[in-house]
């Protein structure tokens, strides 16, 4: 069995708009992307390593452990092997207490491309190719998040054209979740049941051509 790795936030979580509910593996976009692929008689198993509010180098001030960069190297250690990793984060870097730019949010997801590229793993087995996936634009928040993400939508502006410049740079595959799915009306961030199901049919033909290079 062949493993991809999948590092991201609650929208890959799963995390139900506006509650503190959860969707049910299948129903998420990883556990989605894992049942397309299968069905063609493959064997590749989804690793979610998915934690709400993780930011791609920034400190949440009020939770500990949730700067992706710290032990990322060791995530790819424990992991390995792997067939492919990808990453879909940046919205966090957009919470009322950081002041970071689009353009820096991208810089944190190159920091956590290299730091991917330099993890010790064991001989013979080696670092996979890299999937960056932009989170669809950030509508005015809504609801419970409404004061955390406030100002966000502004923020978040340019992020996707920032992340493709990031992901011709480091030589990574990229896809703009944004061009298939929208953020839920509900909260203005997080992904309805659709939008999951959607965004693993979009991205399966991408991530299908990656496995087979």
Aim: charged share 20%; aromatic share 6%.
């Amino acid at each position: 069995m062949k493993q991809i790795l999948v590092y991201g936030d609650s929208l890959s979580w799963g995390i139900i708009p506006d509650t503190r509910q959860r969707f049910e593996f299948h129903q998420r976009w990883p556990g989605q992307l894992e049942l397309l692929i299968n069905q063609t008689g493959a064997s590749i198993r989804v690793i979610e390593d998915c934690l709400n509010g993780r930011r791609t180098v920034l400190d949440d001030p009020f939770k500990p452990g949730r700067n992706a960069a710290a032990g990322l190297q060791q995530r790819i250690e424990i992991n390995s092997p792997l067939e492919l990793i990808i990453i879909m984060l940046g919205n966090n870097d957009f919470q009322s207490p950081h002041m970071f730019t689009a353009t820096e949010a991208a810089q944190g997801v190159a920091t956590l491309v290299q730091t991917i590229r330099q993890a010790p793993v064991e001989p013979g087995m080696q670092i996979p190719p890299i999937l960056l996936l932009c989170p669809p634009p950030i509508i005015r928040p809504k609801g419970v998040i409404a004061e955390k993400f406030r100002g966000a939508e502004t923020k978040w502006s340019g992020l996707s054209q920032a992340l493709k410049k990031i992901a011709a740079d480091t030589q990574c595959d990229f896809f703009d979740t944004g061009s298939v799915i929208s953020a839920s009306k509900v909260d203005g961030i997080h992904l309805d049941l659709e939008q999951h199901q959607q965004l693993a049919v979009s991205i399966h033909p991408i991530v299908e051509d990656i496995l087979k290079r």
